[in-house]
């Protein structure tokens, strides 16, 4: 039977303690609960040694007990919980003509671009947590074919109706597509998007569904103040944002938005929690040129807070996993148990 042993101090306003005394306990005595088995002598050895007459410092009596278990992001997955992965992408005229090999939006028949890297890294590891594969993929800061309207929340698939790709592979051949056919230009505006995701994800707060939005960019970014107003509204909700910064402009506004060092805030309120994690693509640039390893080293960077701020959103709102489905046994086949 494992004791715990407990230690009891006397605390002070200005958080100064002075040591009381201890006791020693089980698991299984406090689980009777409040009952004369749970009636503690607190004890300083120190006074004991000393002083022959003395007995002890105090008693502590048990007057409730409970045991919560943790609950992991695993538990959640197993239980049924889905995870929506959207993409948006970077469109703005800052990251060069995609036909000239210094643009970071380069479509190399030989290699990978910066975005379709990142797309690659972090999205082959997210959709394993996702059944259907199916994909909303957007872009921002680009005009549209016919009229040339500038849009910063538009379907890389050019179906306003449907956004849906098929895979990782699907949301490639649609980025590749929609290279082609829109004019880079401008403002680097992220708070439609995040608004995007925000919508749904405010649809289902039930736990059942979690959305995670991966935004790849160039740049500076022009609507910060929206930008935050949309993070802050978004801590409420079942989402995590994601943002990988290509290329070699300056990132300050994006540690800002990550608020791992001060908390985001927009017109005096805070964000609820931390729901947003930044990476610069060239930190993970390998100069041996072993693409893999680093790729590997950027979605394990990228995705490390996502379970942490999916399980702050489910204890804030006192959502608890579903129990996880037995294991699936094929038809015309019976588990036999002998006794």
Known sequence: METIKVEVYDWDRDGSHDFIGEFTTSYRELARGQSQFNVY???????????????????????????????????????????????????????????????????????????????????????????????????????????????????????????????????????????????????????????????????????????????????????????????VNGAKLPMSIIIVGVGQAEFDAMVELDGDDIRISSRGKLAERDIVQFVPFRDYMDRTGNHVLSMARLAKDVLAEIPDQFISYMKSRGIKPNPSPPPYTPPGHTLHTQI
Request: overall charge negative.
């Open 41 to 231: 002598e607190v004890v300083n050895p120190k006074k004991k040694m000393k002083k022959k007459k003395y007995v002890n410092s105090g008693t502590v009596t048990l007057l409730s007990f409970s045991v919560e278990s943790e609950s992991t992001f695993l538990d959640y997955i197993k239980g049924g919980t889905q995870i929506n992965f959207t993409v948006a992408i970077d469109f703005t005229a800052s990251n060069g003509n995609p036909s000239q090999s210094t643009s970071l939006h380069y479509m190399n028949p030989y290699q990978l671009n910066a975005y379709a890297m990142a797309l690659k890294a972090v999205g082959e590891i997210i959709q394993d947590y996702d059944s259907d594969k199916m994909f909303p993929a957007l872009g921002f800061g680009a005009k549209l074919p016919p009229d040339g309207r500038v849009s910063h929340e538009f379907p890389l698939n050019g179906n306003m109706e449907n956004p849906y790709c098929n895979g990782i592979e699907g949301i490639l051949e649609a980025y590749h597509q929609s290279l082609k056919k829109v004019q880079l230009y401008g403002p680097t505006n992220f708070a439609p998007v995040v608004n995007h995701v925000a919508r749904y994800a405010a649809a289902v707060q039930d736990g059942s569904q979690y959305f995670v939005l991966l935004i790849i960019t160039d740049g500076v970014i022009s609507d910060m103040a929206q930008t935050k107003e949309a993070i």
